[in-house]
Nanobody, 113 residues
Framework: VQLQASGGGLVQPGRSLRLSCAAS????????MAWYRQAPGKQREWVAN???????NYADSVKGRFTIAKDNAKNTLYLQMNDLKPEDTAVYYC????????WGQGTQVTVSS
């Protein structure tokens, strides 16, 4: 299984980005998926989950600003990030929360003025 996150970039505080995650040989329709992030010098942390039925949950640090979603037909996972803050700067990864696959390269998000 290969997980490929994309959509990162350099943005100013308060702006938005949408990340995407595509995968081969796994169906998002039948798997819970999650976004994670790793800031420089810190451990990887969980950001958000979406379960098979569509139920979502979020880390307190992003609740109300980030939205996780998936398109089963396109087999793509998304993370809409609004009102970005400098502390959101990190490499963002997608993976399955239970029995994670090998981690992909992630996508860099840098929030800076």
């Amino acid at each position: 299984v290969q997980l490929q996150a994309s959509g990162g970039g350099l943005v100013q505080p308060g702006r938005s980005l949408r990340l995407s995650c595509a995968a081969s040989r796994i169906s998002f329709r039948f798997n819970a998926m999650a976004w994670y992030r790793q800031a420089p010098g810190k451990q990887r942390e969980w950001v958000a989950n979406i379960f098979v039925g569509g139920t979502t949950n979020y880390a307190d640090s992003v609740k109300g600003r980030f939205t996780i979603a998936k398109d089963n037909a396109k087999n793509t996972l998304y993370l809409q990030m609004n009102d970005l803050k400098p502390e959101d700067t990190a490499v963002y990864y997608c993976n399955r929360p239970d029995s994670p696959f090998p981690w992909g390269q992630g996508t860099q998000v840098t929030v800076s003025s």
